[in-house]
């Protein structure tokens, strides 16, 4: 759980880069600290290795602490690694992601920012600029100038440029901490050095700098401190002839670099390069199948992992996956180039991308089964090599079906853990592209088409199913052809028409069934059919096929598509005159949504509890709730799809509340909710519902009939549609996968 004043993933303590003790630096972190509370754009340079990020995470961690001796309140704070990010078209995707931040919308990512940021105190640090110094500067200038309680920590080797900018070189340490660093970073190698002559000559060469200390500490498991300072005099003398234009502290680590790439054996130079293709972290797996072959065993790379461990080249953190592995940019780059100049650099990013692909259809099969929130959390571990992976699909040539393949197969990550945007983003590029691959489009139509359904862009949805439609017919594929069904069907649902969406949706379910095709989409197919259903009146068949979709995902351990399908039987229940059942299924519907970072089925419990609450007798928390829900569907689009079927409940819950309070006690109730992000909005649902029972009010009344269902909620009054007599669309075959791609 993130503290109160977090946005960032790592706000309950410091990221990896951490791990270390932080030597020296203490007058460095206080300057850094008065600087920030002076101006508003605050730049830390030096060389690479110097030690920017560090100090940056230290000063970060101070300023979201606050100083209430002085008054000083505490704030947000949010880092973003930009190193990974090679494309600048996908910073701002990357700033949302670091700052945990959901948008459902067809906003671009600049405006969620904007958006979620405003009237917040935050300290946004972006560490490592550098190569995207335009597009971050851009960026930079914009948000400050619009969001006045925005403070920005930037590092890089250089200065963005912006008019206010407060530039705060950061130098190499002195020679008693640069002393200090060294001989505790042999001490973590078990190595015990004093601080004599020779230890402080090497510290002197190495100018101090952080990461050429503890590149040189490393070796001290295999050199002693006079042996390690001669090999550093004959690095130095072979490397005097180049770089003369370069400054003196960047030749000092281009040769500390370069100095521990030469006492590399052949094996760890040839890793080194290799593990250049990554982006971000990488598992130990990963690394045999990208790394392995032509000099290089995949049962020699722990190995020879192990050793470049404990040269400190690679650096190893811990993930809620399992143990995980970087390098830093500095050092990774120094790689990428020896790997470019062995020529060698295409065929392992190509491997990389096969690694990566496989890694995605795996996730793609898993998501339906009780590995499902594994799934989720290593998706999200991986995404910066997904990037990646993606990025070399869409520019190399005759790769292009390979790019839609993985675009479409990542469509749980895009709609069941909240990155639609980032994931509209890359199946509209890829399918800009040509492909002989027929499925591979076909699949990133139809996702595509899913996508800006939950956007609510109807017009490319529809644009997108069709063409998935009359290819898929053309091309006899009869599984497109069942989910481009689906999702028109699905877009009917949220766009008010019922008689359609159920027959497109019936339709779909059958050819799922022929087909054999079971997963989670076909779920949510059945559960879809089964809000159709409820609006029209016939809660009973709405609750046999929510049953049965509750008992297949039960069966396989499936947590997102269960979710929803509580949801229908919640509203049920509501129906029928059991608040307390209801309150006990959205609790489980919210928190796994939650779970997923699924804002829709987030929001769309949040809103039902609010009409629950105000039946139980809290008025007051049911408008709070209600503003909580408010804040959070800008970004998802239009409040409950703008439907009028969706709609009613919210409307009755406002009328009852607003009845019980009066029109300016609600208004300020709902204000109050508005004022929770989304963590605390779904903390307070969730806490709200462990309190003791409150005695319920007298049912409301409205467009709901409890009960018997006699009126739909929407539909003519006296009218219930008839029972739906066909079987769940649940197969004997029980497939798992979408197989469209």
Known sequence: MRGPHSCAPWADGDPPLEL??????????????????????????GVGGVGKSRLAVRVAARWASGDPARGVPAADRGRVELAPV????????????ALGLTDHTTRMPRETLLGHLAGRRVLLVLDGFEHLVTACADLVAELLRKLPELRVLATGRRPLGLAGERLFPLAPL?????????????RAQGVAVADGAEVR????????????????????????PAQLLQRLDDRFRLLTGGGRDALPRHQTLRTAIGWSHELCTPAERLLWARLSVFAGTFDLEAAEYVCSGDGLSAEDVLDVLSELLAQSVVSREEAPTGPRYRMLETVRAYGAHWLEATGDAVRLRRRHRDWYLGLATWCELEWFSPRQREVAARVDTELPNLRTALEFCLTEPDEAHLGQYLAGSLWFCWVGCGRLSEGRRWLERSLELDSAYEQSRLKALWVLGYVAILQGDTVPALRALRACRVQAERSADPTAVAYAEH??????LVTDDMARAETLLRSALDRYREIGELNSNVLMGQV?????????????????????????????????????????LAYAAWLGGDPAGARVLLADCLDNAHAFRDLLGSVLSIELLALVTVTQGDPVEAAVLQGAAGRLWPSIGLPLFGSAYYNAPHEQCAAAARQALGDARYAQCVREGAELDREAAVARALRHGEVAALSALPAPRGPVARGGGETGTQGEPGKRAEAGKREPAASPTRKGGETAG
Request: charged share 30%; aromatic share 6%.
């Open 20 to 45: 270390t003790a932080f030597v020296g630096r203490s007058a460095e972190l206080a300057e850094l600290t008065a600087a920030l509370g002076q101006a508003r754009l605050v730049t830390v340079t």
């Open 86 to 97: 090679r494309d600048p078209q996908f910073l701002e995707y990357a700033v949302v992601e």
């Open 174 to 186: 002195g020679e008693d901490d640069a002393v200090e660093l060294f001989v505790d970073r042999a």
């Open 201 to 224: 000559e090497v510290c002197r060469r190495l100018e101090g700098i952080p990461l050429a200390l503890e590149l040189a500490a490393g070796r001290l498991r295999a050199l002693s």
């Open 487 to 492: 999702r028109t069907g699905c877009l009917a």
């Open 528 to 568: 879809e059919l089964a809000m159709a259903r409820a609006f029209q009146g016939d809660l009973p068949d709405a609750v046999r096929l929510c049953e049965d979709v509750r008992r297949v995902c039960e069966d396989h351990g499936e947590r997102w598509a269960r979710s929803y399908a509580l949801y229908v």
